[in-house]
């Protein structure tokens, strides 16, 4: 059972170090708090929210197909890990940084503050396994995305609101090359898109980025939404929730009604949050995230 206040007392700096932390973070480069919000997104989803995803050993989470080149913010978790650790020694686990620091990253760029919960402790291994079954490529379709999300107990609107993550941060061309060739993407928007991803494969535009929220990459807003209205989505998985299938609704709601999306986002990140955590006695707190005791 996670609780807010669970550093209260242990070390009631910890949730300062880390807010001011990734302020100077994402104030340096704003694609950082895209990057720490999905981090804590790919950590939950395997095996858990345990920092299982910061273990850098060979053949763990990070070397597979949904991290690897593309997971980015390990350098800063372990600058917040390293003065937290100075403030309160072997007290504030990885997985509490990440769900902090994913709060933090998403009102940092503007968007709605939530509580977290915490006291989660960290995996003593990785689970590259889990990582491969349980994170949905952007190739999935809708009914894919529903599955995948309800194996975690999540919802079709959570599905939606957590998506609406898209709203910051960037994707490599060989994330979203497929979908430029599809029938449901905006045609200028294609074209202009193919100006740095063409259609042929080649290791020489295959890392090239663009933007998930073509309108507002750096703020935190449901421009997201707005975008699939109009065959925007970056991501093939994106333009999926509003395809005329079921979910075309809650699109549509979450594109004319800010204050709906702000509260469904806020409501599925404290249920994704909650994924098995390791708590009480069960795993450990690491002394650096990158690596188990
Ligand atoms: C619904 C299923 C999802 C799929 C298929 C998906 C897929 C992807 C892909 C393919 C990328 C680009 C990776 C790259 O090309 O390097 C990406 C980026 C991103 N995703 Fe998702 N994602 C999903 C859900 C989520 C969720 C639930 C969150 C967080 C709550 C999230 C947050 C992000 C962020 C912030 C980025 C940009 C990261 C950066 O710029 O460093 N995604 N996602």
Known sequence: QLSPTFYDTSCPNALSTIKSAVN??????????ASLLRLHFHDCFVQGCDASVLLNETSGEQSTAPNAGSLRGFGVIDNIKAQVEAICPQT????DILAVAARDSVVALGGPTWTVPLGR???NMSFPDQALS???PP???LQN???AFGNKNLDATDLVALSGAHTIGQARCTS???HLGESNINSSFAASLRGICPAAQSSSTDGNLAPLDTTTPNTFDNAYYNNLLSQRGLLHSDQELFNNGSTD???SNFASNPAAFSSAFTTAMVKMGNLSPLTGTQGQIRLNCWKIN
Do not use: H, K
């Open 121 to 123: 402790r960290d995996s």
């Open 176 to 178: 979203f090359r497929a």
């Open 139 to 141: 190739t999935d379709s």
């Open 92 to 95: 504030v686990s990885c997985a």
């Open 134 to 136: 349980d994170l949905p």
């Open 24 to 33: 100077a973070a994402v104030a340096q480069e704003a694609r950082m708090g």
């Open 145 to 147: 995305l529903m599955t």
């Open 249 to 251: 609704s809650i699109v």
